[in-house]
């Protein structure tokens, strides 16, 4: 059936479920949308439920947009938003989209502008004509937001044209009689760094995720190059887990190398995404080495980049609808599965998950609707990798700053800027407002800061506690006076100056480069200082060494070499980890529901992937498996 | 480095190594055979140790061949081969190759054409220049032998060219650095028929097998269009076990879809090979099914074939050179073992083997320069797939036949034409010649006189004892005079209408068609006779239900159905198989040398794959696996 004619049975089945006299001018796929338009918009906006039913029924995201005659010139429309809308909301921007028809407001308290059950939003449609949508004004400005925001208008009309392709690959009839279902490994399996896997039937290809292991010196990308993955035009599409470089981090490649298709991640992913990727090659530009790619790559990944709420499920292919579910492990993270066939099989992917209660998250979703074999990650799966309870973690942290601080000394915690630190920013805000430690200033130095704008701009992709205490008591430990940004070399020179106590959150997180070297320098020879390590520190970084006992380091300053003595007081506090320890592996698969039938390690030392499989085995009687990398597995 | 350097490199090492004033025109590749082209062939052949240890010391099959200049006119050179060999070799006839400067010599005795160690053979080169190649002239004409004979010297020129080609691509320089090995299973697995496996590594890609399940309806045919195969043009090799048909049977479908490279297998797998898919096209015809191919694309086959002996060591690809040892399964079958990089990796596959004696050939070679993996056939990998002894299944059969015979009753034997066919005449003439059983005529249906003429011409590729009896004894039972050739239906015919006692041989094997059936229903009603099933008979066909005991069978004759009443005796002897028992599957393993890492089984139904790995793992020791087709595993 070619694509016309399912557009036209759609559309006569749509109008069958209409209330008589409803208008439908014409019907469209655009990425993985089934789009109405009408010249009816009030009166799809009174029948909110049966869109809705539709949806249901079809089995497809369907989305209503005024035919564009109906629209009202927006000087008007702007007006008219006024008047609906409450003051409280804090409406701070519009903009016009003429070919969706769509507004977008930006407003401090989207809640208010979407009204119950999406109420006020579609009385603002009913009186402009215009389809709402509603961004969040960030708390805290991001620029990257804004950027992404700025440039993603800037190319809706190409967008347009993407995504109208995307939707009728998508929508395709099914050509191939054939029933199989494989995985090949092209990253990531037995070691950690540069993950990346293709599903494939005799229908479709996906790749999930295309990471890079900044680290190596090779081996440091997927293997892009095997058959099985080229020409890569022919992939239909690219899911992303989760934004940290071993994930994302060659996915721009890919568009040098011929892919023009969708990639698929949530919203907080996309912007964290293009955040750690030009950070990526801006360090690899300072430290003299040939970037992976130009800036203008990220632009093109963003302009196919089609986000996906947790729980929205999707057509990404004629025979694969994608799912995330919320992995626990930063902010956006999903566990990607697949529903494959029409009810033929089901897999997903963990990608990085934590499946406890963190500060930030919730635990990592182990209930699917249906579920056959799971990838999952496997960084602590060793049979001793077990960490401390958060609790204890946290209070042995509050211990550590409140003795260095009570003997004058400044505390300097090494971070990366997207997962750890905000978390530790939330415990120090609570001990700072309980009075457990010190008021001292809490600085945040590196893309620390820019990374917890973006954190505020999702705030529905924190936990349910963060949530309330955000939206309903109005207090948001992000946006806590304590925090101080440092974001000139001038603002960094005088905090170094300054004698008094205080806390600095820095980058890098293994102290391989980064502003942290500069504190270390500063606070190292000092023995009322602490440093204090709260994430894993890779064999090979400076961190690693200090933490190993290391005293006297090489430091070069302005081209010469001298040794630095550390006298500060070195921490390690485990617990903080954005990883399921060993313990919350074996649990995650436990309490999994459906029992799965095949579950497959990845993203973990060789050993690591081995130990978990085989003591899955062992525990659940679960057929497990540990492939190496450019391995393939048939799943069906 | 270019090929140009290449061959100017090796041609200075091989000058290096001659005696001086010994001249090289020129080198050249053609296929897997380096070629020293010389205007004094003479001197090459008084130093034949010379050539021997270049090819040693340069790992290359080095070829010395006359300068055109130098050759003989062809009726001057007649002249002089038939003085200088013994009349009694019986030379038949000379093909000139103005191309190779071959001259071919068909002889009846091709050692005594040959000399100790290749005297005679120099001496001929001395006085000719022209290089002798001695094939056989089969005791028993075979029109298939004839046939490509002819075939192939009727396209030298064109073979000339693509050798070239294929030694140019063969010795390219390697281009890629990675280190991987990889199996992709593309058919055979957890199943028999459509046998096909792809090796490959960043350099090179080898298909081993391309076999067909001719009775599937659907799922006949190896997964040859998934992106690891595909396009086939960038195969470098196919490398082909054995002749039957669930290895071979759809190797010239390859060059329908774009493959043009080479195919390697033994000389006799080569005829075989071209009689049984000359068959499978003929028969499909028969039944009114559309032919898989036409016959022009078996010549183009055959156009590509290169063939090795047993033990040849051959590069077939810059990182991979294969060896043929014998798998003791049917005429020429060979395990095919492929040496990896330089001492890097070897991985063998058995195709279907028989580790035991058999009055045709020695048991399958388990002893190798080195082995990391074997993937071997399990088609009695079943733990309670035990065979009697061969001496045992011989004595009962003779003892089955004798009875018959001595009341008056006639034997009828399906069989298919290659193996097992030949097996039973040897057991049925020795029992003649000894007098065990009764003089009577041994009818040959079908294909069988065919493939035994096969086997006489490669009388190299038997067991000693028959090599011996064949050489030195002079007796050769595939001539016995009780063998009577049954080639028209008329003396089909008149053999159906005589009464006198007698023993037919006639295909198929498992009794779905061919001349077996004229036979049964002729045969079938006097309970004098008896019906003797030496293969194996697969559930769904006429020969497996008369086996289970149906004794009223419909029969179509001439359009008609008629229910035929069997009341022969039936009988079944076991042991004739041409592949391992259970007990020899396991032991091939335990006697292997050296030991291999890993394991894994195909070639049988699941349970015997699975039986079979599970057994080697435990009582060996041994890594094993049972891959399901469409999977990839890594070798390193
Ligand atoms: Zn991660
Ligand atoms: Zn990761
Ligand atoms: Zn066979
Ligand atoms: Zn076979
Ligand atoms: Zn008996």
Redesign the interface.
Known sequence: MAIEDVLNELKSKIVDKLPKGINVSSLEFEGPELVIYTTDPKAFADNGDIIRSIAKDLRKRVVVRPDPRMLAEPEEAIKRIKEIVPAESGVSNHYFDTDTGEVIIEAEKPGLVIGRHGSTLREITKHIGWTPKVVRTPPIESSTVKDIRQYLRSVKEERKTILKGIGRKIHRPISNK?Q?I?I?TLGGCKEVGRSSFLLSTPESKVLIDCGVNTGAESNGTP?LYV????PLSQLDAVVLTHAHLDHSGLIPLLYMYGYEGPVYMTPPTRDLMALLQLDYIEVANREGKRPPYESALIRETLKHTITLNYGDVTDIAPDIRLTFYNSGHILGSGIAHFHIGEGLYNVAFTGDFKYEKTRLFDPAVNQFPRIETIIMESTYGGMHDMQPARRDAETELQHIVKTTLSRGGKVLIPTFAVGRSQEVMIVLEEAIRKGIIDNVPVYLDGMIWEATAIHTTYPEYLNVELQDMIFHKGQNPFLSPAFVRVDSSQKREKILQDPSPCIVLATSGMMNGGPVMEYLKMYGPDKRNTLVFVGYQAEGTLGRRIQKGWTEIPMSTNGKTEVMKINMEVATVDGFSGHSDRRQLMEYVKRMEPRPERIITNHGDENKCLDLASSIYKKHKLETRS????????LI
Request: charged share 30%.
């Open positions: 054939d199989w494989r090949t293997y058959p099985e993955v080229s492939p190496m990398n450019l391995e393939t597995i048939r």
